[in-house]
T-cell receptor, first 111, second 115 residues
Framework: KQEVTQIPAALSVPEGENLVLNCSFTDSAIYNLQWFRQDPGKGLTSLLLIQSSQREQTSGRLNASLDKSSGRSTLYIAASQPGDSATYLCAVPGGDYKLSFGAGTTVTVRA | ETGVTQSPTHLIKTRGQQVTLRCSSQSGHNTVSWYQQALGQGPQFIFQYYREEENGRGNFPPRFSGLQFPNYSSELNVNALELDDSALYLC??????????????FGPGTRLTVL
């Protein structure tokens, strides 16, 4: 059974600081890993999807790395802004049909 | 291109009642998955529908049931509501069944409160 863990559960940083969010998973036989953003009470917005053959994926200020062998992924957000305040979730396929999610890291960027 | 939509946005029910939540998949997508997200937790997989048939199910009791229609929209039905059913219900669609092959696109969710 795939277990996904995200540390820390919450993070508060001043504006402009770089953010580092961690995700670990127990079964390294994954096809891909996806990072999502969730604003309070809202749905999930896909940020990045990394295929198992990739080491990293970049989109603007976001960069996600994947180390399958150690069961880890890291999401980097450069030069954080107050608008980056949200909960960030990582997810991996937990079988043929479903995504297995971590509980998320709630980020607060202070102006 | 229309994204995933869900209705209603919010719903309040009492214990023992029944509820139906609705989801319209993104244009061109034939697979719909439903997730339950309790406060402070990650989403938990309920089930998936592919071309109108249930394609996989998570650890949820039979009182959670669903349908998918020919236009690939979907319904989630929950009977005999319990207090623990209070959660955000998320719908996700994709072109290929199974998240191993395709990005999942999520709707805005339906917040269900059971009193």
């Amino acid at each position: 059974k795939q277990e996904v863990t995200q540390i820390p559960a919450a993070l508060s940083v001043p504006e402009g600081e770089n953010l580092v969010l961690n995700c670990s998973f127990t079964d390294s036989a994954i096809y891909n890993l996806q990072w999502f953003r969730q604003d309070p009470g809202k749905g999930l917005t896909s940020l990045l999807l990394i295929q198992s053959s990739q080491r990293e994926q970049t989109s603007g200020r976001l960069n996600a790395s994947l180390d399958k062998s150690s069961g880890r992924s890291t999401l980097y957000i450069a030069a954080s802004q107050p608008g980056d305040s949200a909960t960030y979730l990582c997810a991996v396929p937990g079988g043929d049909y479903k995504l297995s999610f971590g509980a998320g890291t709630t980020v607060t960027v202070r102006a | 291109e229309t994204g995933v939509t869900q209705s209603p946005t919010h719903l309040i029910k009492t214990r023992g009642q029944q509820v139906t939540l609705r989801c319209s998949s993104q244009s061109g997508h034939n697979t719909v998955s439903w997730y339950q997200q309790a406060l402070g937790q990650g989403p938990q997989f309920i089930f998936q529908y592919y071309r109108e048939e249930e394609n996989g199910r998570g650890n949820f009791p039979p009182r959670f049931s669903g349908l998918q229609f020919p236009n690939y929209s979907s319904e989630l039905n929950v009977n005999a509501l319990e207090l623990d059913d209070s959660a955000l219900y998320l719908c996700a669609s994709s072109f290929h069944r199974g998240p191993a092959r395709d990005t999942q696109y999520f709707g805005p969710g339906t917040r269900l409160t059971v009193l």
